[in-house]
């Protein structure tokens, strides 16, 4: 299956595979044995919320928020949903996704394709009331429209915010993508520390978190850190795609960030410097490179308390989940 959808255009299989996934979910429990591992030992409970597993869907793969019980059916522990918008938006330019296998990375410069904040809502309610609806933690994603500027980015975030909040475990505010023109200035301390103050207030106790990107520099990252906290954020996910090619064979690549194992020894520095800055004491959630269970474990005893995949999920496959799950309790015996 991969070797045909890798012959397709990357956008093309990426629809195919979550069309292909919708189709299927009413028979994925006959699959359960291969896709889904269940055992106390993976159990964890973070910033209040309890987790089958710490092995998470990262966001960007379910951007128009489709399919949150497919991805409990496939042995995720948790699902970010999203990127989501306040206003609607189609993203930047095709082609904007591109695979280089033989590093398994991709780059993608999409741009928050998605629906608009109130109609993933509406269909996020629609899928509720009809019982589609997992028993593990969602998170919702959300980031600024590309039309508002930036001095308008409180009440675009806002108004996202206060849409989805009755499908939201938890959010996590996107200010690190470097595919929105402008955006990453929002982690600058001032600004970030505004936004984030309105919308832990407006979350009414629902968990929010940070996502950063890797390519802060130390005092930078400490400053971002320090706004987010004091803001009221109970958790920082590192991290974001990379403008960084390293990893990558001398060349000229597109624009746009850079994910999968040329990311990792860079998310992992990030990862153990916040856990540096934090004392341990704030939640984690790792992203970046993760295909094997020694990735997670890498993560894990960097400092994470949960990880998320999405490129490694491309390149590996629907029963991922199962397999780092599988490692981490073959690690224990």
Request: aromatic share 6%.
């Amino acid at each position: 299956m991969k070797r045909l959808l890798f012959l397709l255009e990357p956008e093309t299989a990426h629809r195919m595979a979550l069309g292909s996934l919708r189709i299927l979910e009413p028979i994925l429990p006959l699959f359960s044995s291969a896709l889904r591992v269940s055992d106390p030992r993976l159990e964890t409970t973070v910033f209040g919320l309890k987790f089958p597993n710490p092995i998470g869907l990262a966001a960007g793969l379910d951007k128009k928020g489709q399919l949150p019980m497919a991805w409990q059916e496939v042995g995720f522990g948790f699902a970010e949903l999203g990127t989501f918008t306040a206003k609607a938006q189609s993203g930047n330019l095709a082609p904007r996704v591109f695979r280089y296998p033989g590093q398994n990375a991709i780059i993608n410069k999409m741009g928050f394709p998605n629906p608009g904040a109130e109609e993933a809502a509406q269909s996020l309610k629609e899928l509720k009331e009809a019982g589609h609806w997992p028993s593990i933690p969602i998170g919702i994603n959300i980031g600024k429209s590309k039309i508002t500027p930036l001095e308008g980015a409180v009440d675009d975030y806002l108004e996202s915010l206060t849409h989805l909040k009755p499908y939201a475990d938890y959010f996590a505010i996107n200010v690190s993508s470097p595919n929105t023109p402008g955006l990453r200035k929002l982690q600058e301390a001032k600004p970030l520390k505004k936004l984030l103050t309105a919308l832990v207030k407006e979350a009414k106790g629902k968990p929010v978190l940070l996502k950063l990107a890797p390519d802060l520099e130390e005092k930078p990252l400490k400053e971002a850190v320090s706004a987010a906290l004091s803001a009221g954020c109970v958790g920082l996910i590192a991290t974001n795609t990379t403008l960084s090619r390293a990893g990558l064979p001398s060349g000229k690549y597109p624009d746009g960030g850079l994910s999968g194992q040329p990311l990792k020894k860079m998310a992992t520095k990030v990862l153990k410097s916040l856990s540096l800055f934090t004392k341990g004491k704030v939640p984690l959630v790792a992203v970046g490179g993760i295909f094997t269970a020694q990735d997670v474990r890498e993560k894990l005893d960097a400092g994470a308390s949960l990880v998320q995949v999405y490129t490694g999920y491309i390149y590996e496959g629907p029963c991922l989940p199962a397999r780092l799950c599988k490692g981490l309790l073959k690690e224990e015996k």
